[in-house]
């Protein structure tokens, strides 16, 4: 089992960013799948979930500026992001929902003038 995560990188406040995540090893549409991320110092936070069916749902401080979408085809989680503000400075990290699977790299998002 593999999870990928890219599209990370450096903009400015209120910029977007859409990550990816690509699994592999076992069929992402069945699994309740997330988004997490990690500021340094901090533990490790659930960002948003979609359930197998595309349900989502999302953690307070994103919610009404991220989405959360599933590619089935082609077992990719996205997490697109708008309004970005200095505290969604992280390291983004996709995983099942609660996480089964050895985490991935991550993808950077640095959010900053």
């Known amino acids: 089992v593999q999870l990928v995560e890219s599209g990370g990188g450096l903009v400015q406040p209120g910029g977007s960013l859409r990550l990816s995540c690509t699994a592999s090893?076992?069929?992402?549409?069945?699994?309740?799948m997330a988004w997490y991320r990690q500021a340094p110092g901090k533990q490790r936070e659930l960002v948003a979930t979609?359930?197998?069916?595309?349900?989502?749902n999302y953690v307070d401080s994103v919610k009404g500026r991220f989405t959360i979408s599933r590619d089935n085809a082609k077992n990719t989680v996205y997490l697109q992001m708008n309004s970005l503000k200095s505290e969604d400075s992280a390291v983004y990290y996709c995983n099942t929902n609660p996480y089964l699977f050895t985490w991935g790299q991550g993808t950077q998002v640095t959010i900053s003038s």
């Open positions: 979609s359930t197998s069916g595309a349900t989502t």
């Open positions: 090893g076992f069929t992402s549409s069945f699994f309740a």
